[in-house]
């Protein structure tokens, strides 16, 4: 296209270029807010990285405690539910385990108490890579609110990967009792109205409606579910030429140390280099 030579440039290379994103964490961590999203947002990257080597563990943030019709729901039958729902899902795709930090559905607060739980996990698991839902999304592009639980979780997730995680001060006494400070040298956010990366899921994208079918007590269409997962991948994969794929915001932290594949200690130094150049 001519139009791609203006000074302005191709507005999807803008976005983010328009080839499929290749990196791949040896160890990754999901953070989400609720049982099941991590299914809608990005189970289709999980299954193909683990697919392919890499091992993933999911953090849920709260249980999903009040997500039904019915004000007369018990809440912990509820959450016991969710938590098997999730299980089984994450089966699916295939983590090495889930984290329920049980904080209340719908209250949802980033604060100290919720980014301690999370720097345990992050210093337990010791991820390269952190995914978790963009905390700047408070309206989705084509319509509609974000959650707030989905909002407080992406901050939580953020500020708990930098700086407090690779901080040994923090919460110092983790470290004292051998949880040693760890640097995630990525992050991935999705549902984000600024994608700059996308994933070809194409090999996976079954494995993720697979994955929703098991939050079955959340799914009153799953065709409409499915329809609507189809479209949106085959959207996100037509613009890097792919039958599907998912698309995040990523932050690099630390570059890659190109001898021994950790982070090297003048890494954030080139952070903005390696932002310009992704995709
Ligand atoms: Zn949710």
Redesign the pocket.
Known sequence: MTEADTPEGDPLEAAGGTEAHTWRPARFMVI???P??AD?GPAATASRWIDEGSVGWLVCCTS?DAGAEDPDTDPLELAALREREQRAAAEVVGYEGVSFLHMPDGALVNDLILREHLVREIRIFRPDAVLATDPETLFHRDRGVN?T??RAAGYAAVDAVYPAARNPMAFPWLAREGLAAHRVRRLYLFWSNTMTVRVDVSGTIERKLDALRAHASQLKDFDRVEQWTREWSAEIGKEIGVAAAEGFHLVVIDEDDEADGTASAGAVESEAAEAGSTG
């Open positions: 989400a807010a609720h099941d999203d809608f999903g959650h639980d989905h």
